[in-house]
């Protein structure tokens, strides 16, 4: 049934998404770039979760029924009740409440690690795809050793020294993923650097920077965009796992992985909703993130969008065949 | 091939001296000294003075970056500070859990994944397609932590069949080592069933395209051997590449999954050593880690020129 669905809307609306760039008009506006995102029923669906965690996250205050780190020692390890719709924990602190405020870490930690991550990849892979040389060589001998490392591992390393805490876990993931940035930027830059509108650009006296800010960058960056919506769903996973072994959030902050954590530890008395509820919640939340990226590849990359446009239509002709024979 | 060898062991070389600039890095990338950071706040001025003897502090950088890397060279990885063993010793313990473990995992993972690719591959777009689709996205989504106390609780609490935690080798018996190894290496394979299943179903499609493919279809061989033999092997470069991948994947997958089941390994102890800030240790396993992902890489690209001559 849900497929269904998916095909109606992807006939009814696909025809709007191939028009929405008028021929003679430079760019879509601001608003039409996101309208695939409404032709794409993964997509919207993806897209409403996502929504759904952030408001959360902004007004958990509000919201929660209960202050998350509030202790309660006569009332431990209860079940689901009208007053704590998820039970309570090890020290009778409201689990549902913890569990909204838990988006906020997740939340931020993963926007932060991306961030960081494109703070550094950005500007290195530019140096090295626009400068060339010894820079390049340097910059990118760099950048395999570090994806040499196994991320975590490494991300480890980097908190034993700062400090565990969740902005230096989230600094440490970002550090990890900032090479795959790099690497895919240097790409983007060696295939964009060569059009005749950069070396217009140049012989008509335009600095580097100039060069690399009005004309090179907004040419090569919506694969970044798409690899940034990809490392969101991995950074999401590893502040959960960060937080699960000690060394992102730190107690009394409620965060999935550090509620999963204390569940672990009393894995034979806590209520099973309470081993279920965190987990389920970062399943879905990195499910939705992964689809929204996938969507987004699709739509920037025309070859794969129309591929599967194509594999829908015949899905869609096999089943009207089927449901005639 | 002996060339082939060296060439590529001498372009491992710049890879690996950086590796060591960052793992020597590590403890002086913090704010604080490190003696005071390992010691806390509260320790005497002497014990400070110790460990910043024992740890070469009072050196400059480069001397002690030096004298580091030759120690290291010659598989001296330095002492433990919290606990009064080698790291060498350490790591000898820890190594064999956590190869065994990732060996399960990647094993696994080939295992269901190829043939689930091949299955998918077959028939796109069909109801069993999309599930096997479907199924491995939800694969590279699910926390492994989480899969493994959803599990323990399954096998171990509520049916009691495997052991909740710890850990055997194969050396203790190979029955004893299976149960305790199954569920770990199940969870530390579930992103690697993912990637391999969707590799392996995109390089079919395309393979299955092929116009040789075709060809063979219309002189009349039987499917079953354009599949295994003809598609297959056109699509083993990418199966390569995606195992090399997978020991990466699933070496970092290990970490949290081993701290789970309290086993005894390479990441059960990097997490303790990162909790208490033992240095030596966390040193002495990163390095362990890079080496073990560099000697992967080379053998894949050994791999890569036996399977496909055509690759110079």
Redesign the interface.
């Known amino acids: 049934m849900a497929?269904e669905t998916v095909v109606t809307v992807d006939t009814v609306d696909t025809p709007d998404v191939a028009s929405a760039a008028p021929a003679g008009r430079p760019g879509r506006s601001r608003a039409e770039k996101f309208d695939f995102l409404w032709a794409d029923t993964r997509a919207k669906v993806a897209l409403s979760w996502i929504l759904l965690v952030v408001v959360v996250a902004i007004l958990a205050p509000l919201i929660a029924p209960h202050d998350p780190i509030e202790q309660d020692l006569t009332n431990v390890f209860q079940g689901p009740s009208g007053s704590h719709l998820l039970g309570t924990d090890d020290i009778g602190r409201d689990f549902f409440s913890r569990l909204l405020y838990g988006a906020r870490v997740s939340m931020f930690g993963s926007f932060l690690a991306v961030f960081v991550a494109m703070l550094i990849g950005i500007p290195v892979g530019l140096a090295a795809g626009y400068l060339g040389g010894i820079v390049e060589n340097v910059l990118m001998?760099?950048v395999?050793?570090?994806l040499?490392?196994?991320?975590?591992?490494?991300a480890?390393?980097?908190?034993?020294?700062?400090?565990?805490s969740l902005t230096n876990a989230m600094v440490a993931i970002g550090v990890t993923f900032s090479p795959s940035v790099a690497r895919l930027m240097r790409g983007q830059v060696l295939a964009t650097k060569n059009h005749l509108y950069v070396d217009a650009a140049e012989q008509f006296g335009s600095s580097s920077l100039r060069t690399i800010r009005r004309h090179i960058l907004p040419n090569a960056i919506q694969p970044i965009i798409v690899q940034g919506a990809l490392l969101l769903?991995v950074a999401f996973?590893a502040e959960?796992?960060l937080s699960?072994?000690?060394?992102g959030a730190q107690p009394p902050t409620a965060s999935w992985?550090g509620m999963?954590s204390r569940?672990?530890q009393y894995?034979?008395v806590s209520p099973?909703v309470q081993?279920?509820s965190?987990?389920v919640a970062?399943?879905l939340t990195?499910?939705a993130i992964?689809?929204l990226g996938d969507s987004l590849r699709d739509s920037l990359d025309p070859v794969a969008g129309t591929e599967r446009r194509v594999?829908r239509a015949?899905?869609r002709a096999?089943r009207a065949r089927r449901q005639r024979a | 091939m002996l060339r082939l060898i060296g060439t590529r062991l001498a372009a491992v070389i710049?890879?690996l001296l950086?590796?060591t600039f960052?793992?020597f890095g590590?403890?002086?990338?913090?704010?604080a000294d490190p003696a005071t950071?390992i010691l806390g706040e509260n320790a005497t001025e002497e014990r400070i003075a110790e460990v910043r003897e024992q740890l070469g502090l009072n050196d400059p950088l480069v001397v002690q970056y030096v004298k580091w890397v030759g120690k290291v060279a010659r598989g001296d990885l330095g002492g433990s500070i919290i606990r009064t063993e080698q790291v060498s010793t350490i790591i000898g313990r820890a190594l064999p859990n956590t190869v065994q473990l990732v060996l399960a995992g990647v094993v696994i993972s080939v295992v269901i994944g190829i043939p689930l690719g091949i299955f998918a591959a077959t028939r796109?777009?069909s109801g069993a397609d999309?599930a096997v689709t479907s199924g491995s996205?939800?694969g590279?989504?699910?926390?492994?932590?989480?899969?493994a106390?959803?599990l323990?609780?399954l096998f171990a609490?509520n049916w009691r069949l495997l052991p909740a935690r710890g850990f055997e080798t194969i050396g203790s018996g190979l029955g004893t080592a299976f149960k305790h190894t199954i569920l770990p290496a199940f969870v530390v394979s579930t992103s690697g069933i993912a990637i391999v299943t969707r590799q392996v179903r995109g390089a079919m499609i395309e393979a299955l395209s092929a116009d040789s493919v075709r060809t063979h279809r219309a002189k009349g061989l039987p499917w079953r051997t354009i599949l295994w033999k003809h598609a297959l092997r056109n699509s083993a470069v990418t199966i390569i590449t995606v195992i090399g991948l997978l020991v990466?994947t699933t070496?970092?997958a290990t970490?949290?999954v081993e701290?789970?089941f309290a086993i005894p390994g390479m990441?059960f102890r990097?997490?303790n050593?990162?909790?208490a800030?033992d240095?030596p240790v966390?040193?002495g396993?990163?390095l362990t880690?890079?080496l073990i992902?560099?000697a992967v890489?080379l053998l894949i690209d050994i791999a890569y020129r036996i399977i496909d001559p055509r690759i110079s």
């Open positions: 497929d001998r760099i395999d050793s570090v040499g490392f196994p991320a975590i591992v490494l480890i390393g980097i908190i034993a020294a700062l400090g565990p769903a996973l959960a796992a699960f072994i000690g060394l992985g999963l569940s672990a894995l034979q099973s081993v279920y965190p987990g970062i399943t990195v499910l992964n689809a594999r015949i899905v096999e | 710049p890879t950086f590796a960052t793992i590590l403890q002086h990338i913090g704010p950071v796109p777009n999309i996205a939800v590279v989504s699910v926390p492994n932590f989480w899969l106390l959803v323990v609780t609490i990466n070496l970092g970490v949290v701290a789970v990441g990097v997490i050593a990162a909790t800030r240095f966390i040193q396993v990163v880690y890079v992902v560099l890489n």
